[in-house]
């Protein structure tokens, strides 16, 4: 049942630190509007050089917080100057640390770097060398055996030949998707269960609960925390109808399927889908802002729920869509968790798939988050993984960037990119 990529290698993270890589005596200098090394022969400063790769993140781990981490791409190899010469540089926005960081472990994100150095170095000293662990996010070359392509999709426009309608509200969507669409096509048991009423007390919350006979592990899977993304609870739906509909010829397809037990709450912001389709709910919270104090009703359905389940969820996924986002794609998780490497491939292979569909692209983002979601309780994936330990993910699809909104093409990227980390997660040994 469990699947062991053969490239999981690739992607797993390295301290690719040695002595080789750091330059002691190398001094920040500024002089004027000038800013440069000097190398000197009496620093205790530490700093790391290494040779820049295109569209790479680095991992950046020290000893201790820090009060002040500068880094520089620079021509010329540092570690080649002579004692008291100075190399010039400028600074450079191609280079910038992924939000979400926290300052022991910030992540550098090197975007347009070619036959470039990067150093790093602080403003303090440091006897015990910081270490860079290499976190590839384009390699370039497929990295994956078990890959599913969704196919072309209808719309979601609400048409006559349309697979849905973006403005269903949440009982809409029980109805004539899960209850209509999923229910008949799933070969195990489909419980459909109550878990609350959203914070005004006019709708009822739902999550769908669907266990083949013989199951090896269970996921935790979201969707609609924010009104507005529709397309990702939309997506997230229409993979599980083309699971579950499958004929076993697709062997990813029939795993999820024959051995996975699925946890589904098909929208969070169960209010907003009767009323417009807004981000918040009915008191204008941001419901995945409220998970750390739980003050709505939806948050607290949810992680009661979840706390059911704790000690039997493998993974929990959430689903959003890039609505507000200027990249294309967008992937949250840590870089601590067993889950790490899989979202690593799965991203990867997601590039690979838009190159291949000759698609206009830019890299695609991942937000890696080291050790707990520092501040971010609030956040659904944070409270998960900083108090129960549950590998995390969010999935952002941009359902703007490729096509006009809840089109067919749109669907189907959604589909796709969905189905296949819910694959990957599944499937993999971590």
């Known amino acids: 049942m469990k699947l062991k990529n053969k490239n999981d290698a690739l992607f ?39 040779k820049a790769k295109h569209g790479n993140v680095y991992v950046l781990r020290f000893p201790e917080k820090l009060g002040a981490l500068r880094v520089a ?23 910038r640390f992924c939000e979400g960081a926290v300052d022991q472990s910030p992540m550098l994100y090197t975007p347009n770097c070619c036959d470039e150095y990067l150093v790093v170095y602080t403003g303090e000293k440091l006897k015990i060398p910081f270490y860079i662990g290499e976190a590839p996010v384009i390699l370039g070359h497929d990295t994956d055996d078990e890959w599913f ?22 009982g809409e969507v029980y109805e004539n998707i899960y209850e209509k669409k999923l229910r008949p096509l799933y070969p195990g048991k489909t419980e459909s269960v109550f878990i609350g009423k959203e914070d005004s007390g006019k709708y ?26 529709i397309d990702g ?67 607290i359905n949810v992680l009661w729920l979840l706390e059911q389940y704790k000690n039997e969820v493998a993974a929990l996924i959430d689903f959003h869509t890039s609505i507000a986002l200027k990249n294309d794609l967008y992937y949250q998780f840590s870089i601590q968790a067993p889950n790490s490497a899989v979202c690593r491939r799965t991203c990867n292979h997601i590039y690979e798939a838009l190159r291949a569909r000759k698609m206009d692209f830019s890299p695609t983002r991942l937000e890696y988050v080291p050790g707990a979601y520092e501040k971010a309780d609030g956040f659904l994936q944070g409270w998960v993984w900083n108090h129960y330990k549950i590998p995390t993910l969010v999935c952002e699809h941009h359902d703007i960037r490729w096509a006009p909104r809840h089109s067919a093409i749109g669907h189907e990227l959604a589909a796709e990119f969905y189905g296949n980390f819910i694959i990957q997660t599944a499937l993999s040994d971590f």
């Open 149 to 170: 392509y969704a196919g072309p999709q209808q719309d979601i426009m609400g048409n006559a030949d349309s697979w849905a309608d973006f403005r269903w509200n949440a």
């Open 233 to 299: 609870y939309m997506g997230l739906a229409r993979f599980l109808e083309l699971c579950f509909g499958s004929d076993g010829s697709n062997r990813s397809l029939a795993r999820v399927r024959d051995g996975v037990r699925l946890i589904v709450v098909p929208i969070v912001n169960v209010w907003s889908s009767y009323n417009g389709h807004v981000r918040t709910n009915s008191k204008g919270v941001n419901l995945n802002r409220d998970f750390e104090k739980h003050t709505q009703a939806e948050t």
């Open 73 to 95: 791409a620079v021509k010329t190899d540092p570690r080649d100057l002579s004692e008291g010469e100075t190399l010039s540089y400028e600074v450079s926005n191609r280079l």
């Open 12 to 50: 797993e993270e390295k301290n690719i630190y040695s002595e080789d890589m750091y330059a002691k005596g190398i001094y920040p200098a500024v002089q004027g509007d000038t800013h440069g090394y000097v190398a000197r022969d009496d620093s205790e400063r530490m700093s790391a050089v290494f």
């Open 204 to 229: 009822d919350m739902r999550a769908y609960i669907f266990t083949p006979e013989k199951y090896e592990k269970t996921l935790f899977l979201t969707g609609g925390v924010h009104g507005e993304e």
